[in-house]
């Protein structure tokens, strides 16, 4: 979406700045904390969504006694 036109910038004027962020390929670390045995697992996902969330709770339900 392109920006409106503004007043070009001056002393008294800051220009606006819109900033985007892209991961660029970085990717989601999920971990859980298993109480019972004091460790620490997880995975990496290509990105964040309830499947992956959902894969891990399962993976900490069935490795709980």
Known sequence: MPLPPYP???KAR???VNHTYGHGGALAYL???DVHAA???GRTEERTSIVPF???ATQVMSRSG
């Open 39 to 41: 460790k620490v697992f």
């Open 14 to 16: 800051a220009m606006p």
């Open 8 to 10: 070009r910038p001056g």
């Open 31 to 33: 971990a859980a904390y």
């Open 54 to 56: 959902m894969t891990l």
